[in-house]
Every structure is written in C-alpha cells, then in structure tokens.
Nanobody, 123 residues
Framework: QVQLTESGGGLVQAGGSLRLSCTAS????????SGWFRQVPGKEREFVAA????????FYADSVKGRFTISRDNAKKTTYLQMNSLRSEDTAEYYC????????????????WGQGTRVTVSS
C-alpha cells in the first residue's frame, strides 16, 4: 500500500524558511503527480502547490506564489516544498498527497495522503 512520509515542519519566525519533504513508498504504477495541501483547525483543506510527474507542470495557490517552490526527485520518490518569507497565516498542518494521474491540480485528483507535518510561524 502507498505510504507517504512527511518531514521538515516546525516552528519558525515570520520571514524565515522551512523545507518540507515527502517520500512515497509502495507506489506500484509508473508515475504520479504530487501535491501539498494545508489545513487550519476549523477550516477546509487548502491547495498549496502541485507538480506533475515530469516536473513540467507546476501549480501554486495565489497565496504562496513567489514564496514557495515545489520540486521533486523521482529517483528518491521524494517531493519537496521550499517555503520562504513565511507569514503567520502560513501556520497550518501541511499534507503531502500523490495522484494516480501524471498531472493533478486539485484535491479531488489526489488519491493518497500523508499524516501531516505541523508548520507554525510566529510573528
């Protein structure tokens, strides 16, 4: 079965940076799109960024454009989210997801989800 292991969350001051990682195991098909989502208690899960299998298609939420960068290393089956210029409103639980599609840009296209990693930005 597919398992996603996230790491890299933590506490950071506003303006600082963090890099999240997500490693997939148990993927038995050829390729997959990857994405990051976040959720604050009491609110709906929010799309953050997604990247196609080849890396040729990348999508960002408007709220993170220019500050966050998604990338992947297919040999390691790992997806990264580099988060710079962090703001207090970025505080959330961040979830990694993979899709059975090669390209995916919304949560309904993602099939497998990680357990989440907490990001807290202090102002």
């Amino acid at each position: 079965q597919v398992q996603l292991t996230e790491s890299g969350g933590g506490l950071v001051q506003a303006g600082g940076s963090l890099r999240l990682s997500c490693t997939a195991s148990g993927v038995t098909w050829g390729g997959f799109a990857s994405g990051w989502f976040r959720q604050v208690p009491g609110k709906e899960r929010e799309f953050v960024a997604a990247i196609s299998w080849t890396g040729g298609s990348i999508f960002y939420a408007d709220s993170v454009k220019g500050r966050f960068t998604i990338s992947r290393d297919n040999a390691k089956k790992t997806t990264y989210l580099q988060m710079n210029s962090l703001r207090s409103e970025d505080t959330a639980e961040y979830y990694c997801a993979v899709s059975e599609f090669l390209i995916a840009d919304s949560d309904r296209k993602f099939d497998y989800w990680g357990q989440g990693t907490r990001v807290t930005v202090s102002s």
